[in-house]
């Protein structure tokens, strides 16, 4: 049985910085595309951060064009952890963050959320002074 679990979340000023785990037991997240997404309050799901399988892919990290620059995403295989470093945050980015694996696709993509299986939870950060 595959669980994704998101930790990390919190309140934090604008121009601070916190640090998404996503905890993963019943795959290995070094084999598949992993992403992060978010969703605001009547806002839809969109896509911040993915990268490619680091086993049948290059590893590479993706980005929406709101995040480039503050956040990174990176992965742990030792402990089946995947991260979303956010610095400088901005009260637009208070949101609901899940991270998600494709079991299929080794490269990520963040324009499609269906093509993600596996959801955690949902960690919530909120950018407020």
């Known amino acids: 049985q595959v669980q994704l679990v998101e930790s990390g979340g919190g309140l934090v000023q604008p121009g601070g910085s916190l640090r998404l785990s996503c905890s993963a037991s019943?795959?290995?997240?070094?084999?598949?595309?992993v992403a992060w997404f978010r969703q605001a309050p009547g806002k839809e799901r969109e896509g911040v951060s993915c990268?490619?399988?680091?086993?049948?892919?290059?590893?590479?990290?993706n980005y929406a064009d709101s995040v480039k620059g503050r956040f990174t995403i990176s992965r742990d295989a030792a402990k089946n952890t995947a991260y979303l470093q956010m610095n400088s945050l901005k009260p637009e980015d208070a949101a609901v963050y899940y991270c998600?694996?494709?079991?299929?696709?080794?490269?990520?993509?963040?324009?499609?959320?269906?093509?993600?299986?596996?959801w955690g939870q949902g960690t919530q950060v909120t950018v407020s002074s």
């Open positions: 998600a694996v494709d079991p299929v696709q080794s490269d990520c993509g963040l324009g499609s959320f269906p093509r993600y299986d596996y």
């Open positions: 990268i490619n399988s680091q086993t049948t892919s290059d590893g590479r990290a």
């Open positions: 019943g795959l290995s997240l070094a084999r598949y595309s």
